[in-house]
């Protein structure tokens, strides 16, 4: 059974640090792997897709790595903002339209 | 980029009566929707698996009678909370995904249900 682990919890930082973000999976069998944020009350928002066979994506100051055999994935966050708190969330499917396996999400507050 | 809708973001019942949230695909087709719940800080908790033309998987624990999915094109999906009271009051969240879709998953942006 697929289990995906975040760390940390909870991480508060200065505006304009750089951060880094841990999601692991158990199993490397995965199609992709999608890093969400959700802010307080609302949906989930997609911030990057990484199909199984690509190693990282980037959208502009979002950098999503992906590792499938060590079964890790790290999003980078350059140069915060406040508009960055938020919870962030890794989340693996098994196969193309099976249900998402989430961690249980980091929040991020940074600070002005 | 891809697009759910849902409606409606809230809504507040009076408890035993029924309420119908509608999610749907707006520039894809979307042969599988996921219904999830959250309650307050914590994660989301999955529901029901619908694909187009089937009827729904419900997780272990989720009342099928009470929580009524329809998913009977490829746009749109349904979840009516039947008979409600006050313990499913929660935040409710759709997700979807296509077939060969190159998106990942999207969300909806929730719906607040409040039976008072």
């Known amino acids: 059974k697929q289990e995906v682990t975040q760390i940390p919890a909870a991480l508060s930082v200065p505006e304009g640090e750089n951060l880094v973000l841990n999601c692991s999976f158990t199993d490397s069998a995965i199609y992709n792997l999608q890093w969400f944020r959700q802010d307080p009350g609302k949906g989930l928002t997609s911030l990057l897709l990484i199909q199984s066979s690509q190693r990282e994506q980037t959208s502009g100051r979002l950098n999503a790595s992906l590792d499938k055999s060590s079964g890790r994935s790290t999003l980078y966050i350059a140069a915060s903002q406040p508009g960055d708190s938020a919870t962030y969330l890794c989340a693996v499917p098994n196969s193309g339209n099976t249900p998402l396996v989430f961690g249980k999400g980091t929040r991020l507050s940074v600070i002005a | 980029g891809a697009v759910v809708s849902q409606h409606p973001s809230r809504v507040i019942c009076k408890s035993g009566t029924s309420v119908k949230i509608e999610c749907r695909s707006l520039d894809f087709q979307a042969t599988t929707m996921f219904w999830y719940r959250q309650f307050p800080k914590q994660s989301l908790m999955l529901m029901a698996t619908?694909?187009?033309?089937?009827?729904?998987?419900?997780e272990q624990g989720v009342e099928k009678d009470k929580f009524l999915i329809n998913h009977a094109s490829l746009t749109l999906s349904t979840l009516t909370v039947t008979s409600a009271h006050p313990e499913d009051s929660s935040f409710y969240i759709c997700?979807?995904?296509?077939?060969?879709?190159?998106?990942?998953?999207?969300f909806g942006s929730g719906t607040r249900l409040t039976v008072v």
């Open positions: 997700s979807a995904t296509g077939q060969g879709y190159n998106y990942g998953y999207t």
């Open positions: 619908s694909n187009e033309g089937s009827k729904a998987t419900y």
